[in-house]
């Protein structure tokens, strides 16, 4: 895929393509909509509920077929029709596959997104945020582009990174955690023949570690890469990690 093409699709993400949408006017017209089955590329239901919704789409490199499908569901509030968005999917580089997609709840707080940055039918990123604060948690990251997460990053309530988490043999369980305060890295602890349990560690002198022992059984883990051996979860709210179509 060229570089231009990255570009591009970054560059929509930070045009407004993360945001969500909330309108309390009756039937609000959408520009350039159609409907959702133009060009016989559908809505993905197993990316996010589709019941119930209308769905809206938008073709941006305007060949007939859509690349953006918004999810928008009515309520009753007091005798006022609400219309609000739950869900986005994008195509950036326009192949029929699902590049990113985001849902939000009624407030129009983002509950999780995923992004496939590098156009191959696999997740790059997924993020579940905390929508008391509407800050992210949890972020788990592809970074060798395998199929598989291999780093996994923790966010405290006020949006600051706490931890990271590194499988660096690919067995879906991390072996590196890296710690940190107010941003500042502490600590990082090592499992260097993969037992679970650690083996050496590297700090700053006088600091003193949150975590002593961190363990692979993390019961509040709510994504894949330090699960439970045996499980499958994903990020909460979201649905299965669904098997993407090939070209």
Same mark, same amino acid.
């Given at each position: 895929?060229?570089?231009?093409?990255?570009?591009?699709?970054?560059?929509?993400?930070?045009?407004?393509?993360?945001?969500?949408?909330?309108?309390?006017?009756?039937?609000?017209?959408?520009?350039?909509?159609?409907?959702?089955?133009?060009?016989?590329?559908?809505?993905?239901?197993?990316?996010?509920?589709?019941?119930?919704?209308?769905?809206?789409?938008?073709?941006?490199?305007?060949?007939?077929?859509?690349?953006?499908?918004?999810?928008?569901?009515?309520?009753?509030?007091?005798?006022?029709?609400?219309?609000?968005?739950?869900?986005?999917?994008?195509?950036?580089?326009?192949?029929?596959?699902?590049?990113?997609?985001?849902?939000?709840?009624?407030?129009?707080?983002?509950?999780?997104?995923?992004? %496939?940055? +590098? #156009? *191959? /039918?696999?997740? $790059?990123?997924?993020?579940? @945020? &905390? !929508?008391?604060? =509407?800050?992210?948690?949890?972020?788990?990251? %592809?970074? +060798? #582009? *395998? /199929?598989?997460? $291999?780093?996994?990053?923790? @966010? &405290? !309530?006020?949006? =600051?990174?706490?931890?990271?988490?590194?499988?660096?043999?690919?067995?879906?369980?991390?072996?590196?955690?890296?710690?940190?305060? &107010? !941003?500042?890295?502490?600590?990082?602890?090592?499992?260097?023949?993969?037992?679970?349990?650690?083996?050496?560690?590297?700090?700053?002198?006088?600091?003193?570690?949150?975590?002593?022992?961190?363990?692979?059984?993390?019961?509040?883990?709510?994504?894949?890469?330090?699960?439970?051996?045996?499980?499958?979860?994903?990020?909460?709210?979201?649905?299965?990690?669904?098997?993407?179509?090939?070209?």
């Amino acid at each position: 895929m060229p570089k231009c093409s990255n570009l591009v699709a970054l560059s929509l993400v930070g045009l407004g393509f993360i945001t969500a949408g909330c309108s309390k006017k009756k039937d609000a017209k959408k520009p350039d909509a159609a409907i959702a089955d133009a060009g016989n590329i559908k809505v993905d239901p197993t990316l996010c509920d589709t019941n119930g919704k209308n769905v809206v789409t938008y073709d941006l490199n305007k060949d007939n077929k859509p690349d953006v499908w918004r999810l928008y569901k009515n309520e009753d509030e007091g005798g006022t029709k609400v219309e609000f968005m739950t869900c986005k999917q994008v195509d950036f580089d326009h192949d029929g596959r699902k590049d990113w997609v985001v849902a939000y709840n009624r407030k129009g707080v983002t509950l999780y997104e995923r992004a %496939d940055i +590098d #156009f *191959d /039918g696999k997740w $790059d990123i997924s993020t579940v @945020y &905390d !929508t008391k604060v =509407n800050q992210r948690a949890e972020v788990e990251r %592809d970074t +060798d #582009f *395998d /199929g598989k997460f $291999d780093v996994k990053e923790v @966010y &405290d !309530t006020s949006g =600051n990174l706490t931890s990271v988490r590194r499988d660096r043999n690919s067995d879906g369980q991390p072996d590196l955690w890296e710690q940190y305060k &107010d !941003t500042i890295l502490l600590a990082i602890l090592y499992d260097d023949d993969y037992d679970g349990k650690v083996d050496r560690r590297d700090e700053i002198p006088g600091a003193r570690p949150k975590v002593e022992m961190p363990t692979n059984l993390d019961p509040e883990a709510t994504g894949t890469l330090d699960a439970p051996k045996g499980s499958a979860t994903t990020p909460a709210p979201a649905p299965a990690t669904p098997t993407r179509p090939k070209k």
